[in-house]
Structure formats: structure tokens, C-alpha cells
């Protein structure tokens, strides 16, 4: 395999035409996915036996808060590769995603909590799992913030890349650190190792649900990500060509 | 002080925030050398002297200090060069003799006394430099000038807030510099009265 | 099926409250978030649409 | 300039500044006064929760130090000239902080006793407490310094720090608040102890790197 791929990701022309055909069909697919995964858990799959039918919240959160995890995890991997080979993408990927990490961490949050109610009696504990989200969402308020503040591009880059990989650093400490704390929190639902636990369908829908949120999050970044290059590209002929000619 | 030092610029491309300053800029400093950046406001001559000096990164060119490339590691260029910016460097709440020792812990209390005599700061040697204004506190930075043994000289702006006295001291100092040697870069808006420098003009 | 009838599905046991306000606020920001996001790329592309076009005319 | 002649200069200037000092820890005082005025000042709550009041305390106090640490050299220019000096930028840093940790840590290990008596927290517990501040707070200030960093070229970064950074302290204080904790029920703490200096080693070697890259982008 040719690392030429990994080097053309510098260039914001070849990245943008080459990401141009892939953002909606992913949206949709991703949708569709996601629609199918939470019309199954909703309607069809069989209640729990202990937690009833609030236990259908599961396919929305689970999902979400995979996602606000996932999205810092892929925050921190830009940050590293900004600050090791430059690359121009890295910090658009980055302003692009952490808002969506913030939306991601704030559904799981609100989710969890509404969960809460009814399986524990409380809206909120402070157990690991809970905790570890709400530093999460800081943390990317953080990074938004920081952006917002800071007018120098090339510096808001930087400072961008150092926050993400100092906090991708961090987070296992945060996790090992809030478990630490009592615990109150089921076990995850989905390891790589063991079987499920749950019948079939019961978690069928929920891959469903968490691979078409997955898909729909890679169509959102990739319209952020194409709306940031236009920008900070707008002194290059292929964005004027590109935006004069096709409309919306 | 190296004798035979000597600073190759070779296309040189600045880029400032969205805007290209320079593209494809060369010149060279030869030893005994004066030169002077020239060009509109905004056109890239802070820029430029701080690239040299390492505090910002070209996006293309390169940089050669002696033969020896030091475009991405400027550590050789720093160790034998003084850079003085538009905020000279010098801590308010420090003395004017402690602000000295800072930069040239080396230096001999005659010597540092016999500079700043020279320098009309003799009697404010033990005065905070935030009491001080700014005309003085710019001689208390280029007394350092005086007080170290650097090859190459990045002066921005440096007559800037300097009195009649100062400048023509300066460009005393300036000369003695080249005349053993010594490579100086500087920009300045004034007319330079004893030294005839080399011009290198910025076009934006 | 799980549910029998459509009042038993809104009524989701004793926990309708619950479920349907979890999925409410979740499609309500997922909407906006792909709301914003078509706002800024359509919003990117007139400014700079009209940039280009006030600069031909110059 | 010299390692050692900028580290002088540092203790120079901040003995200048004592009067900052002596007011971060005037402040550091009055989180704790609060505690047992706004909640209950009962030896049966106090006892139990001194080691988490005065770690909350700490950290303001700390953030509050850290959070303005360049911003005078960027201002005055000496920044851009520890950039240029041809020396090591993140020892530069490194001995920045350690200056800047002396001169807030050590008085504040001095009013410890104090402090203690007034929250009743027991002998046994005391000991492990100046343990987890001495182990504890190097970590604090090396994370905190990229925090400043980061906001060096913003007028009013104090928010902005305290927003980026105040996460980040959180495993720290677990942990320190944990280990005092076990002590007062007599369980071994040196697990926790050893986790805090882990965490101060790792943020010593990363947080000098990542600061210098920051301090180059704000100086230009």
C-alpha cells in the first residue's frame, strides 16, 4: 500500500473533491440506518424484563455517547498528526468536529439523566461513566471556546491540536480516576471481546442505531469540513471555479 | 564573535495571517555588512527579521547561516545573534542592572558600569525599569549590544523612542560592529546619518 | 410487535414520559445540528459567491 | 543568557510580585473559611471532608498563580526573547514553573496546620495530605501552564483557563482526596500516592513540549 493517500490528505483541493461525493450519501445511508435501528427498538423489540420499556432510551444513548466518545478519540488522533506532520486537514477536521462532539456529549448527558429517572430514582449520580461525559462535554466547550477567542489562525491550529492531544492523553487518568468513585452504572453493553448479553433483538437494533450514527456523523463532518476549507481557501482559483458554477 | 560568519536568504515565502507578504525573496549578508529592509507599513519587514531570528516559520525557502542550512533548526543562528524586537525585552520589574545580568551573566561589574555610563543609564543602574521611559528603557535593551559578543544583529525599528544622542550612539555602535566584522539587519522609518547600508526592498 | 395497540406505544408502560422526552430532545439537536450545518455551508458559499462576483465587477 | 541566569531573574521578579503570593494565599484562606460557614462547621462533617476542602481551595488558588504566568513576558517582549535565546524553550519553561511552584506551594504548605486544625482533620490524615500536595501539585501546575499558554494573546483569558483546565485537575484531586480518605479508615493510600506522581512525572515530560509549540504560535 502506497502512503500517497496519507499525503494528498495535505492537500485541501484534492480533499475537498474527493470528499464532495461522499458526504450525502453517507448522511443518507447513516439516517436510514439509524431510522431503521430506532423504529425496531421502539416498536418491536421486547421490553426488559427489570427496567420495562424505558429501557428503550438505550438506542439512542448508547449510540451518542459511543459517539461522544469516539469523536474526542478522533480529535486527539488529528491533534497528534498536526503536531507531528503539519498537515493542513488536521485542525479543520478538528474545528469541525468538536462541535459535533459537543452536541454528541450533551444528547448522551440529557439522555442518561431522563434514563436515570426511572431506573434509579435520581436524575443524576455521580458514578464513572456519568461523570467521565460531563468532563467530556467540557472538554470540548473548551476547544470551541478556545477557537472563538483566538483570531490568529495559525495559533488557534496550534492551540487547538495541543488541547485535543494534552486531553487524549488525560482521558484514560479522568476514566481510571472516576471509577474510582463508587460506581452505580451497568457494565457497557457492547465489548469486543464477549457476547452480548442481551437476546438478539434486542441488540440487533441497537447496531443498527450505532452504525448509522456513525455514518450520519461522518456526513456532518464532511460538510463542516467542506464549508472550512472553502473558507480559508477562498483566495485559490478552484474555490471560485467551485462556487460560481455549480450553485448550492 | 565569528569573523567569517555569513546569512544566505534564498527564496524566501512569507505568509502573514491570509496574505502573502513576500514570495520568492533573496538576498545575502556578507561579513562588515549593513542592511536595510525597506517597504511600506505591513509589508512584511517585522516579519521578515523575525523568521531570520526564528520566532516565526517561512512556508517555503531556506535559510543559511554560515554554509550551514538552518532553515528548520534556527538553535546555531540564536546562539550567535541578538534580536530586538518592538517590545524590547526588558522586565519592568526588574533593575536596570538586574534586567543585564539577566541577558549577560558574564559580564564584569567595570564593564557593565563603563556601558552604561556611555549610555547615560549610569545613575539609574538600581531603578525598577518600569519607572523608566521608554527611550530609556530601549537603551537599557541595546545596551546589550555593548555587553555581548553576538556576530549577527536583528534590529527592528531600533531607533524608535531614542533621543538625538541615543541615535547618533547607536550608529557609532553599529559601525564598530561591521568595521571587525559583523552582520547587521535592521528597519527603520529614519534616515541613517553615518552608515550606508545595503537596501532590501519589501514590495507588497 | 411489541405493543398492541397505539395508545399502549405512546404510553410506553408507565415510562412514555421518559422515552418520548429522551427521544424528543435527541431528534430536536440532531435536527438542528444538520440544520446548522447546511445554514453555514449554504451561508459559506453565497459570501464568497458574492465576494467573487463583486470582484469581477471591479 | 543562561539556564541559570533566567532562573535567577525568575525568583527576582517574583519576589517583587510577593505581594501576589501572599494574596493567593489570602484567597487560598478564604475558600477554605467558606466551607464551614456556607455548609456546616460540625467536626462530624468538616473531619471527613477537610482533604477535599482544601484541595478545592488549592487548586483555585493554584489556577489563579499559573493562569497568568507569561503574561507579563508577553507583553514586555521577554517571551519572544526566551524564544530567540537559542536555549532550550521547554527547560525554559520547566524552570519557569518550578520557580513559579516554590514560591506558591512551599507558604502554602506553612498555613497547612492551620487550616487542618480549623477543619478538625486528624493527625493520621494530616500527614498524607502534605504528602498529596507535595506529590499532587507539580502535575496542577504543569497542565495549568499550557492552559496559559494557550490564552497568553487573549486580554481576558482568566475564564477561558479555568474552563480548558479545570478538567483536567479533576483525577488529581480524586486521587489526593481519596488518599487521605483511606487513611482516615485506615486503608493503604501509597497505591493513590503513586498514582499522583505518575501523573506529575507524565505531565513533566509532555506539558514542557506542548507548551513551547503554544508559546511559539502566541509570540509572532
Same mark, same amino acid.
Given at each position: 500500500?502506497?502512503?500517497?493517500?496519507?499525503?494528498?490528505?495535505?492537500?485541501p483541493?484534492?480533499?475537498?473533491?474527493?470528499?464532495?461525493? $461522499?458526504?450525502?450519501?453517507?448522511?443518507?445511508?447513516?439516517?436510514? %440506518?439509524?431510522?431503521?435501528?430506532?423504529?425496531?427498538?421502539?416498536?418491536?423489540?421486547?421490553?426488559?424484563?427489570?427496567?420495562?420499556?424505558?429501557?428503550?432510551?438505550?438506542?439512542?444513548?448508547?449510540?451518542?455517547?459511543?459517539?461522544?466518545?469516539?469523536?474526542?478519540?478522533?480529535?486527539?488522533?488529528?491533534?497528534?498528526?498536526?503536531?507531528?506532520?503539519?498537515?493542513k486537514?488536521?485542525?479543520?477536521?478538528?474545528?469541525?468536529?468538536?462541535?459535533?462532539?459537543a452536541?454528541?456529549s450533551?444528547?448522551?448527558?440529557?439522555?442518561?439523566?431522563?434514563?436515570?429517572?426511572?431506573?434509579?430514582?435520581?436524575?443524576?449520580? $455521580?458514578?464513572?461513566?456519568?461523570? %467521565?461525559?460531563?468532563?467530556?462535554?467540557?472538554?470540548?466547550?473548551?476547544?470551541?471556546?478556545?477557537q472563538?477567542?483566538?483570531?490568529?489562525?495559525?495559533?488557534?491550529?496550534?492551540?487547538?491540536?495541543?488541547?485535543?492531544?494534552?486531553?487524549?492523553?488525560?482521558?484514560?487518568?479522568?476514566?481510571?480516576?472516576?471509577?474510582?468513585?463508587?460506581?452505580?452504572?451497568?457494565?457497557?453493553?457492547?465489548?469486543?471481546?464477549?457476547?452480548?448479553?442481551?437476546?438478539?433483538?434486542? $441488540?440487533?437494533?441497537l447496531?443498527?442505531?450505532?452504525?448509522?450514527?456513525?455514518?450520519?456523523?461522518?456526513?456532518?463532518?464532511?460538510?463542516?469540513?467542506?464549508?472550512?476549507?472553502?473558507?480559508?481557501?477562498?483566495?485559490? %482559483?478552484?474555490?471560485?471555479?467551485?462556487?460560481?458554477?455549480?450553485?448550492? | 564573535?565569528?569573523?567569517?560568519?555569513?546569512?544566505?536568504?534564498?527564496?524566501?515565502?512569507?505568509?502573514?495571517?491570509?496574505?502573502?507578504?513576500?514570495?520568492?525573496?533573496?538576498?545575502?549578508?556578507?561579513?562588515?555588512?549593513v542592511?536595510?529592509?525597506?517597504?511600506?507599513?505591513?509589508?512584511?519587514?517585522?516579519?521578515?527579521?523575525?523568521?531570520?531570528?526564528?520566532?516565526?516559520?517561512?512556508?517555503?525557502?531556506?535559510?543559511?547561516?554560515?554554509?550551514?542550512?538552518?532553515?528548520?533548526?534556527?538553535?546555531?543562528?540564536?546562539?550567535?545573534?541578538?534580536?530586538?524586537g518592538?517590545?524590547?525585552?526588558?522586565?519592568?520589574?526588574?533593575?536596570?542592572?538586574?534586567?543585564?545580568?539577566?541577558?549577560?551573566?558574564?559580564?564584569?561589574?567595570?564593564?557593565?558600569?563603563?556601558?552604561?555610563?556611555?549610555?547615560?543609564?549610569?545613575?539609574?543602574?538600581?531603578?525598577?525599569?518600569?519607572?523608566?521611559?521608554?527611550?530609556?528603557?530601549?537603551?537599557?535593551?541595546?545596551?546589550?549590544?555593548?555587553?555581548?559578543?553576538?556576530?549577527?544583529?536583528?534590529?527592528?525599528?531600533?531607533?524608535?523612542?531614542?533621543?538625538?544622542?541615543?541615535?547618533?550612539?547607536?550608529?557609532?555602535?553599529?559601525?564598530?560592529?561591521?568595521?571587525?566584522?559583523?552582520?547587521?539587519?535592521?528597519?527603520?522609518?529614519?534616515?541613517?546619518?553615518?552608515?550606508?547600508?545595503?537596501?532590501?526592498?519589501?514590495?507588497? | 410487535?411489541?405493543?398492541?395497540?397505539?395508545?399502549?406505544?405512546?404510553?410506553?408502560?408507565?415510562?412514555?414520559?421518559?422515552?418520548?422526552?429522551?427521544?424528543?430532545?435527541?431528534?430536536?439537536?440532531?435536527?438542528?445540528?444538520?440544520?446548522?450545518?447546511?445554514?453555514?455551508?449554504?451561508?459559506?458559499?453565497?459570501?464568497?459567491?458574492?465576494?467573487?462576483?463583486?470582484?469581477?465587477?471591479? | 543568557?543562561? /539556564?541559570?541566569?533566567?532562573?535567577?531573574?525568575?525568583?527576582?521578579?517574583?519576589?517583587?510580585?510577593?505581594?501576589?503570593v501572599? +494574596?493567593?494565599?489570602?484567597?487560598?484562606?478564604?475558600?477554605?473559611?467558606?466551607?464551614?460557614?456556607?455548609?456546616?462547621?460540625?467536626?462530624?462533617?468538616?473531619?471527613?471532608?477537610?482533604?477535599?476542602?482544601?484541595?478545592?481551595?488549592?487548586?483555585?488558588?493554584?489556577?489563579?498563580?499559573?493562569?497568568?504566568?507569561?503574561?507579563?513576558?508577553?507583553?514586555?517582549?521577554?517571551?519572544?526573547?526566551?524564544?530567540?535565546?537559542?536555549?532550550?524553550?521547554?527547560?525554559?519553561?520547566?524552570?519557569?514553573?518550578?520557580?513559579?511552584w516554590?514560591?506558591?506551594?512551599?507558604?502554602?504548605?506553612?498555613?497547612?496546620?492551620?487550616?487542618?486544625e480549623?477543619? /478538625?482533620?486528624?493527625?493520621?490524615?494530616?500527614?498524607?495530605?502534605?504528602?498529596?500536595?507535595?506529590?499532587?501539585?507539580?502535575?496542577?501546575?504543569?497542565?495549568?501552564?499550557?492552559?496559559?499558554?494557550?490564552?497568553?494573546?487573549?486580554?481576558?483569558?482568566?475564564?477561558?483557563v479555568?474552563?480548558?483546565?479545570?478538567?483536567? /485537575?479533576?483525577?488529581?484531586?480524586?486521587?489526593?482526596?481519596?488518599?487521605?480518605?483511606?487513611?482516615?479508615?485506615?486503608?493503604?493510600?501509597?497505591?493513590?500516592?503513586?498514582?499522583?506522581?505518575?501523573?506529575?512525572l507524565?505531565?513533566l515530560?509532555?506539558?514542557?513540549?506542548?507548551?513551547?509549540?503554544?508559546?511559539k504560535?502566541?509570540? +509572532?
Amino acid at each position: 500500500m502506497s502512503w500517497a493517500w496519507f499525503h494528498k490528505l495535505g492537500s485541501p483541493k484534492w480533499f475537498f473533491s474527493w470528499s464532495k461525493p $461522499w458526504a450525502l450519501p453517507l448522511f443518507c445511508f447513516g439516517c436510514l %440506518s439509524l431510522l431503521i435501528g430506532l423504529v425496531w427498538g421502539l416498536v418491536f423489540a421486547p421490553a426488559d424484563y427489570q427496567q420495562g420499556n424505558s429501557f428503550r432510551i438505550i438506542y439512542i444513548h448508547v449510540p451518542v455517547a459511543m459517539l461522544a466518545q469516539s469523536c474526542y478519540l478522533a480529535l486527539g488522533a488529528a491533534g497528534f498528526v498536526f503536531l507531528v506532520w503539519q498537515m493542513k486537514m488536521a485542525p479543520v477536521f478538528i474545528k469541525a468536529m468538536a462541535p459535533i462532539g459537543a452536541v454528541m456529549s450533551l444528547v448522551a448527558l440529557v439522555s442518561g439523566a431522563i434514563w436515570g429517572k426511572p431506573t434509579w430514582g435520581t436524575w443524576w449520580v $455521580w458514578d464513572a461513566r456519568l461523570t %467521565s461525559v460531563l468532563v467530556l462535554f467540557f472538554l470540548y466547550m473548551g476547544i470551541i471556546a478556545l477557537q472563538n477567542s483566538l483570531e490568529d489562525q495559525v495559533l488557534a491550529n496550534k492551540a487547538a491540536a495541543v488541547i485535543s492531544v494534552v486531553g487524549l492523553i488525560n482521558l484514560p487518568v479522568i476514566k481510571y480516576s472516576v471509577v474510582l468513585l463508587e460506581t452505580l452504572h451497568q457494565g457497557p453493553t457492547f465489548t469486543l471481546t464477549k457476547k452480548p448479553e442481551m437476546p438478539a433483538e434486542m $441488540w440487533l437494533p441497537l447496531l443498527f442505531a450505532v452504525i448509522g450514527l456513525y455514518c450520519f456523523v461522518a456526513g456532518v463532518v464532511l460538510w463542516r469540513m467542506q464549508s472550512e476549507i472553502l473558507m480559508s481557501e477562498h483566495r485559490s %482559483s478552484w474555490v471560485k471555479q467551485e462556487v460560481t458554477k455549480h450553485g448550492f | 564573535m565569528q569573523s567569517s560568519a555569513s546569512l544566505t536568504i534564498s527564496d524566501l515565502w512569507i505568509e502573514r495571517g491570509e496574505r502573502d507578504l513576500c514570495k520568492g525573496l533573496s538576498f545575502s549578508v556578507q561579513p562588515g555588512e549593513v542592511v536595510r529592509i525597506l517597504g511600506e507599513n505591513g509589508a512584511g519587514k517585522s516579519s521578515l527579521l523575525k523568521i531570520i531570528a526564528g520566532v516565526l516559520s517561512p512556508l517555503e525557502g531556506k535559510i543559511l547561516y554560515s554554509g550551514e542550512d538552518v532553515t528548520l533548526d534556527r538553535t546555531s543562528l540564536q546562539q550567535d545573534a541578538i534580536y530586538l524586537g518592538h517590545s524590547v525585552g526588558v522586565k519592568g520589574l526588574l533593575t536596570v542592572a538586574e534586567n543585564l545580568r539577566w541577558y549577560c551573566p558574564d559580564i564584569s561589574i567595570s564593564i557593565l558600569y563603563s556601558v552604561l555610563t556611555q549610555l547615560d543609564l549610569i545613575d539609574l543602574v538600581d531603578v525598577l525599569v518600569k519607572k523608566l521611559s521608554a527611550g530609556q528603557a530601549r537603551r537599557v535593551a541595546l545596551a546589550r549590544l555593548w555587553l555581548t559578543k553576538k556576530t549577527l544583529w536583528l534590529l527592528d525599528e531600533p531607533f524608535a523612542s531614542l533621543d538625538v544622542g541615543g541615535v547618533a550612539l547607536l550608529e557609532e555602535r553599529i559601525q564598530q560592529h561591521v568595521l571587525l566584522g559583523g552582520l547587521v539587519i535592521l528597519t527603520t522609518h529614519q534616515d541613517l546619518m553615518s552608515i550606508t547600508p545595503h537596501d532590501v526592498v519589501l514590495l507588497s | 410487535m411489541a405493543f398492541n395497540s397505539l395508545t399502549e406505544f405512546l404510553m410506553m408502560g408507565t415510562h412514555g414520559v421518559y422515552v418520548w422526552s429522551a427521544y424528543g430532545f435527541s431528534t430536536l439537536t440532531l435536527v438542528w445540528l444538520v440544520w446548522n450545518t447546511l445554514a453555514t455551508r449554504r451561508k459559506t458559499r453565497d459570501t464568497l459567491r458574492k465576494r467573487f462576483l463583486r470582484n469581477q465587477a471591479r | 543568557m543562561t /539556564y541559570s541566569s533566567f532562573f535567577v531573574s525568575e525568583f527576582l521578579v517574583l519576589w517583587r510580585r510577593k505581594q501576589d503570593v501572599f +494574596n493567593a494565599l489570602l484567597f487560598f484562606i478564604i475558600v477554605v473559611a467558606l466551607f464551614p460557614i456556607g455548609i456546616n462547621s460540625s467536626p462530624d462533617f468538616l473531619a471527613p471532608a477537610a482533604a477535599g476542602i482544601v484541595w478545592c481551595a488549592a487548586v483555585l488558588a493554584i489556577l489563579m498563580a499559573v493562569e497568568s504566568i507569561f503574561k507579563e513576558d508577553y507583553l514586555d517582549g521577554s517571551l519572544e526573547q526566551l524564544v530567540v535565546s537559542g536555549l532550550s524553550l521547554p527547560l525554559l519553561i520547566l524552570l519557569k514553573v518550578a520557580a513559579q511552584w516554590l514560591v506558591v506551594v512551599l507558604p502554602l504548605l506553612v498555613i497547612i496546620p492551620l487550616l487542618s486544625e480549623m477543619l /478538625y482533620l486528624p493527625s493520621s490524615g494530616f500527614w498524607v495530605l502534605i504528602m498529596t500536595l507535595i506529590v499532587g501539585t507539580p502535575s496542577l501546575f504543569f497542565i495549568g501552564v499550557i492552559g496559559a499558554a494557550l490564552t497568553v494573546s487573549i486580554k481576558q483569558g482568566a475564564m477561558l483557563v479555568m474552563l480548558l483546565i479545570l478538567p483536567f /485537575y479533576l483525577p488529581v484531586i480524586i486521587f489526593s482526596t481519596l488518599a487521605v480518605k483511606a487513611t482516615q479508615s485506615g486503608l493503604p493510600y501509597s497505591g493513590l500516592l503513586a498514582m499522583l506522581l505518575a501523573m506529575s512525572l507524565l505531565s513533566l515530560v509532555i506539558s514542557p513540549f506542548m507548551t513551547a509549540i503554544v508559546v511559539k504560535a502566541s509570540v +509572532n
